[in-house]
């Protein structure tokens, strides 16, 4: 059914003047006139009766006329969306990142966002560097947000988004509270706490290790960093974790790691299938958050110790 006809119909209701509704319409009377007999023939109602020189509706046609108005509400709804879409200003973004991510910089990123792109429906998924990267190769994730890989993956495109370290967190009596940092030869000859190798850093921390010329003495392997916390907190080991982990209302006592003398960092970034090109507004968020980060890293830097050298592992 044409949408014209829904028009004339609800026009014509409102003027009770077929005349006047045509000249509002900017249309001619025989043209509404078809418009309506077109309606009623569809319908199979009679819609209209004539009143003197006006017309009015029938019992049919006041029954239908909220509905209608109804339909018409929903077509201006649709091409205002559509434009929205056309114009990049709505969609949906589905974006894959691990839970610590997820945990450090979405809280007060998202709702910056949202509010600055209401028409934009942001969807989280939470899992690890390998389960990121097939959900992206499958098409299940527009963008994903992770440690980057130490070599370039096919077909994807890189945007890098901040750097994190490693840090150690343990109880005193197994991580002297100096606020310094801690060489990852002196720290692995203790037992530690890890992330499994779900987790992309994982590879980063091996890496580490090796050119430390130790060998870890791991005696958890976790999918958590608040696993490690709480087995941390009971004097275990000592957890070793990416510095995006949240360390909030535990007595324990943390310090950045080093290799040689130099703060152990990673790179993380966005990552997309340039084969499916990322929409403006994916685009528009994945450049939103790379100043998110770096601004927010730059507030709780100090920790870090930043003046001080820092080596990448890739």
Not at 19 to 42: D, H, K, M, V, Y
Not at 194 to 209: G, K, Q
Not at 249 to 267: H, K
Request: charged content about 20%.
């Amino acid at each position: 059914m044409d949408i014209r006809n829904y028009a004339g119909f609800v026009t014509a209701a409102e003027l009770q003047n077929f005349t006047s509704a045509a000249q509002r319409l900017n249309i001619t009377q025989s043209a509404l006139s078809r418009q309506i007999r077109s309606l009623e023939e569809s319908l199979g109602l009679r819609l209209f009766e004539k009143a003197g020189r006006n017309v009015r509706l029938t019992a049919s046609g006041e029954a239908l006329l909220s509905r209608i108005n109804g339909v018409l509400a929903a077509d201006r709804d649709l091409r205002a969306f559509a434009g929205d879409l056309a114009r990049d200003q709505s969609g949906l973004l589905k974006v894959g990142a691990c839970s610590q991510l997820i945990e450090r910089y979405l809280p007060t990123f998202l709702p910056e966002w949202r509010a600055a792109n209401a028409g934009i429906d942001v969807r989280l998924e939470d899992g690890g560097g390998p389960e990121l990267a097939e959900r992206l190769q499958a098409g299940a994730v527009h963008l994903t947000i992770g440690s980057t890989p130490s070599t370039p993956v096919e077909p994807f495109e890189m945007v890098r988004l901040g750097e994190l370290a490693f840090m150690a967190v343990a109880t005193p009596e197994l991580l002297s509270d100096t606020g310094g940092p801690i060489e990852i030869a002196d720290l692995i000859e203790g037992p530690i706490l890890t992330l499994n190798r779900r987790h992309a850093s994982r590879e980063v921390f091996d890496a580490a290790c090796r050119l430390s010329g130790g060998v870890p003495r791991i005696v958890l392997e976790g999918t958590s960093p608040h696993t490690l916390f709480a087995l941390a907190e009971g004097g275990i080991g000592v957890a070793v974790v990416p510095s995006s982990a949240l360390l909030t209302g535990r007595a324990l006592v943390s310090r950045p790691i080093t290799l040689r003398g130099e703060l152990i960092r990673f790179d993380i970034c966005a990552m997309w299938d340039s084969r499916v090109p990322l929409p403006a507004y994916g685009r528009r968020f994945v450049e939103a958050l790379r100043t998110h980060i770096l601004a927010e890293d730059r507030g709780g830097s100090a920790r870090l110790r930043p003046s001080q050298a820092h080596l990448h592992i890739v």
